[in-house]
């Protein structure tokens, strides 16, 4: 794919959930896309998937690490991951479900 296909799947899919006003939140119209993407590693390409039958085919996914063990919290997670995984999170949330659906109007 080409980083103009890239861009165009993220841009439907910011339109698809809403995101269409810049003063608020993002506007899939204006907002920048920056292309990320690499190519898959030779030696991962080769471990999972190379010369491999479909029974020997593997997956090449790779994790996230975030955070850090510390007393900051009860969980044991940083306050700034905290914040953004919990409270941060769970209030965009809600704001954007109250924003696409008007609940007030229903009888």
């Not at 995101?19 to 506007?27: M, N």
């Not at 690490?65 to 919990?86: D, V």
Request: with cysteine.
């Amino acid at each position: 794919m080409t980083i103009h296909e890239y861009e165009i799947i993220v841009r439907n899919t910011l339109k698809r959930v809403g995101f269409d006003d810049a003063e608020h939140s993002i506007d899939y119209r204006t907002c920048k896309i920056h292309d990320l993407i690499d190519q898959q590693s030779p030696d991962i390409a080769q471990a999972v998937h190379v010369n491999k039958s479909d029974e020997e085919i593997g997956a090449g996914d790779q994790g996230l690490m975030s955070g850090y063990a510390t007393n900051e919290t009860r969980s044991m997670m940083p306050s700034s991951f905290q914040l953004a995984k919990g409270q941060l999170a769970i209030g965009v949330s809600d704001q954007w479900w109250e924003q696409l659906y008007n609940f007030d109007d229903i009888s």
